[in-house]
Antibody, heavy 118, light 110 residues
Framework: QVQLQESGPGLVMPSQTLSLTCTVS??????????WSWIRQPAGKGLEWIGR???????NYNPSLKSRVTISLDTSKNHFSLKLTSVTAADTAVYYC??????????WGQGTLVTVSS | QSALTQPPSASGSPGQSVTISCTGT?????????VSWYQQHPDKAPKVIIY???KRPSGVPDRFSGSKSGNTASLTVSGLQAEDEADYYC??????????FGGGTKLTVL
């Protein structure tokens, strides 16, 4: 069973870069036939898919965030990461990492709250 | 691409059935059988309850069922129980390597 755990700063200054890591346990990140994905949820609002990365390193992003998002993979640390640049208060949300395959987000992390504020 | 359309709320009494719709377009819900449904209790991560339109992961009660007609997918919860009170989200592959979510439906068990 795959387990995921998000980590990173809970507070980011406006205009700065949000950086989060998702650590994968229960097997090697490269041995799983998954895309590794990020999703976010502002307080009281719905889910928004941010993007995904495959074990080959190929990425796909939500067109609405594409200009500001980078997802990367670190196989030596068995984790993948999210960077979101030029953040504003609208980027304040709970950020989840999850596995994705054929439209199915099967395994999720517990989520981490990131607040954008000065 | 726009978010999929769900009713903001739904409700039913214990034992009753309730159906939640998820409307998209021929480019997403109508074009692929990769529609999933997620249950989210307060302050918890979402949990998949239906995938590929109508398949249930092991451990999900058969009170939960999914279907699709044209550009609209539906989740039916039969024999409502108190623990079914939660937010429900649909998602769909939308082509061009993009995934969409619905806006979510708050299910209240009266």
């Amino acid at each position: 069973q795959v387990q995921l755990q998000e980590s990173g700063p809970g507070l980011v200054m406006p205009s700065q870069t949000l950086s989060l890591t998702c650590t994968v346990s229960g097997g090697s990140i490269t041995s799983r036939n998954y895309y590794w994905s990020w999703i976010r949820q502002p307080a009281g609002k719905g889910l928004e898919w941010i993007g995904r990365i495959y074990t080959s390193g190929g990425t796909n992003y939500n067109p609405s965030l594409k200009s500001r998002v980078t997802i990367s993979l670190d196989t030596s640390k068995n984790h993948f990461s999210l960077k979101l640049t030029s953040v504003t208060a609208a980027d304040t949300a709970v950020y989840y990492c999850a596995t994705l395959w054929e439209g199915l987000f099967r395994f999720w992390g517990q989520g981490t709250l990131v607040t954008v504020s000065s | 691409q726009s978010a999929l359309t769900q009713p903001p709320s739904a409700s039913g009494s214990p034992g009753q059935s309730v159906t939640i719709s998820c409307t998209g377009t021929s480019s997403d819900v109508g074009g692929y059988n990769y529609v999933s449904w997620y249950q989210q209790h307060p302050d918890k991560a979402p949990k998949v309850i239906i995938y590929e339109v109508s398949k249930r992961p092991s451990g999900v009660p058969d009170r939960f069922s999914g279907s699709k007609s044209g550009n609209t997918a539906s989740l039916t919860v039969s024999g409502l129980q108190a623990e079914d009170e939660a937010d429900y989200y649909c998602s769909s592959y939308a082509g061009s390597n993009v995934v969409l979510f619905g806006g979510g439906t708050k299910l209240t068990v009266l």
